[in-house]
């Protein structure tokens, strides 16, 4: 981060800082934000963290999850208000004021120092101050460097450091992707050092479903699945209908993109979810086939090379997994050859 003396001269007395994730935040964003604010609380500042939309039930269990300001519709006002009155945002795990809508309009009207820290491939530049480096495993690893660079290393106790090790775990997929490096090992032996109970954890993320959820996943891998192994591809869609008869909740369908790249001999894996106006997608990837490419260009999306996300507004998702099927010849040659 080039000027951190700076910053470090701005967050030396007291602030009103407000610290924001992107859309449907997972753990990683919301871990990230927490963390940062049971940080910056030590330091005496006034910090709220803002939400764009909900976010899974099973992240509930995080230090001050109940602080999180959710800017629903009847919250509006408020959240506006506390944006335009911020000293200091921080914008976590994003790098396009877009992935925050409707928050993006007040932040780029805020008067506010704007710090940015996120570790996506795209860049679309709008901070004072940035930490920004595609090759970290998670945003929740630059905000452990940022506390680091601040000089506050003694200053992560046991909640910061859950809060850490959640975005660290979920975003290295359980520390089975290529971005896990000895680095964050290094970083995790200290957060466990610190005292925090990992398989604790692990439990409340991967290991507390709902019967809903499971039979929907179940209802997913039964009749919703479809393998494409000319492609070496296969992928998921989802109705709002399959939604909404298996009662589904925020989170329901994280991970669920997997299952199809857990396939043998499937290296590019989908998932297409009809939203109110948009159908969302999601991919997977194994080696060096860039889902992060194909999301940009296809889908107004991005995200990392081997896992990223994108949407086509006001479509059926009928017509959008023909759109999604029709470009596959378009990467055989890649997909064959990885």
């Excluded at 991919?283 to 860039?290: K, W």
């Amino acid at each position: 981060m080039q000027n951190i003396e700076e910053l470090k001269r701005i967050l030396s007395s007291p602030k009103k800082v407000v610290i924001i994730p992107h859309q449907k935040p997972d753990a990683d964003a919301l871990g990230s934000c927490l963390a940062l604010k049971g940080y910056l609380n030590k330091l005496q500042h006034e910090v709220q963290v803002i939400s764009p939309t909900d976010y899974p039930q099973f992240l509930a269990w995080m230090p001050e999850n109940e602080s999180v300001l959710m800017c629903e519709s009847y919250k509006e006002t408020i959240c506006k208000q506390i944006i335009l009155q911020a000293d200091v945002i921080f914008c976590l795990d994003y790098s396009d004021l877009a992935r925050i809508a409707p928050l993006d309009t007040w932040v780029s009207q805020a008067s506010a120092i704007k710090v940015m820290i996120d570790h996506h491939i795209d860049r679309k530049a709008f901070a004072q101050f940035e930490l920004w480096k595609p090759e970290a495993a998670a945003t929740a690893e630059l905000v452990y460097d940022f506390i680091l660079l601040m000089g506050d290393e003694a200053l992560i106790d046991i909640p910061i450091a859950e809060c850490i090790y959640a975005g660290i775990l979920t975003d290295t997929g359980s520390f089975k992707y290529p971005s896990t490096s000895s680095k964050i090992h290094r970083i995790v032996a200290k957060l466990i050092d610190i005292g925090i109970n990992h398989s604790k954890i692990h439990h409340y993320i991967y290991d507390t479903n709902s019967e809903n959820r499971l039979r929907l996943i179940g209802f997913a891998l039964k009749e919703r699945l479809t393998i494409l192994r000319e492609y070496r591809t296969a992928y998921f869609a989802l109705s709002s209908a399959d939604l909404r008869n298996h009662y589904y909740q925020t989170g329901d369908t994280e991970g669920l993109v997997n299952y199809a790249l857990s396939l043998e001999g499937i290296i590019f894996a989908a998932i297409l979810i009809e939203d109110i106006d948009k159908i969302k997608l999601s991919f997977r990837s194994i080696g060096d086939f860039s889902v992060n490419d194909l999301a940009r260009i296809h889908f107004s999306g991005g995200g990392h090379k081997n896992a990223a996300g994108g949407r086509v507004n006001n479509a059926k998702l009928e017509e959008v997994v023909q759109q999604f099927v029709s470009i596959l010849p378009n990467y055989k040659e890649q997909l064959i050859s990885v």
